[in-house]
């Protein structure tokens, strides 16, 4: 009911609207806020509450359940299946916002068999790497 969804769709600006009435130290601990930011592109579109709740889910916040390796695996399986497609490190280099002195850094995130993103690039997308010896582009 927070949400106000219309249509079975939930709106960015509404569950924002919902958090500020609601907002609690444990909502800011766990850096609610921040994640609705990285959001932010999706607020000019409509969500399924499902798709809301996969694109509002922390990397952060599942690591700390026992049980994060077997989902990231299953995450990956179905990644694999739906959306895993060739790609390039400098392709990768790009979507992870880093400079190019990152590129062998991530040579390991890409199978040789197939050119596609690896279970550890999976991972190291989803948290979106910080690599501190290369300096991250700014734009």
């Known amino acids: 009911?927070?949400?106000?969804?219309?249509?079975?769709?939930?709106?960015?600006?509404?569950?924002?609207?919902?958090?500020?009435?609601?907002?609690?130290?444990?909502?800011?601990?766990?850096?609610?806020?921040?994640?609705?930011?990285?959001?932010?592109?999706?607020?000019?579109?409509?969500?399924?509450?499902e798709e809301f709740c996969a694109a509002a889910t922390s990397v952060y916040q599942l690591e700390a359940l026992e049980r994060?390796?077997?989902?990231?695996?299953?995450?990956?399986?179905y990644f694999e299946q739906e959306g895993n497609r060739v790609i390039?490190?400098?392709e990768l280099v790009l979507e992870l916002n880093l400079a190019p002195a990152a590129y062998s850094l991530l040579n390991d995130c890409i199978r040789?068999?197939?050119?596609k993103l690896s279970f550890l690039g999976y991972k190291r997308f989803l948290h979106g790497v910080t690599v501190r010896s290369s300096n991250t582009r700014h734009g």
């Open 1 to 49: 009911m927070l949400l106000e969804p219309k249509d079975g769709c939930v709106s960015l600006n509404n569950f924002k609207v919902a958090l500020m009435r609601q907002a609690t130290d444990a909502m800011t601990d766990s850096r609610v806020f921040e994640i609705l930011n990285v959001m932010e592109p999706l607020s000019y579109q409509k969500l399924a509450y």
């Open 88 to 90: 390039s490190v400098e």
């Open 112 to 115: 040789n068999s197939d050119g």
């Open 68 to 77: 994060w390796d077997q989902i990231a695996i299953t995450a990956f399986d």
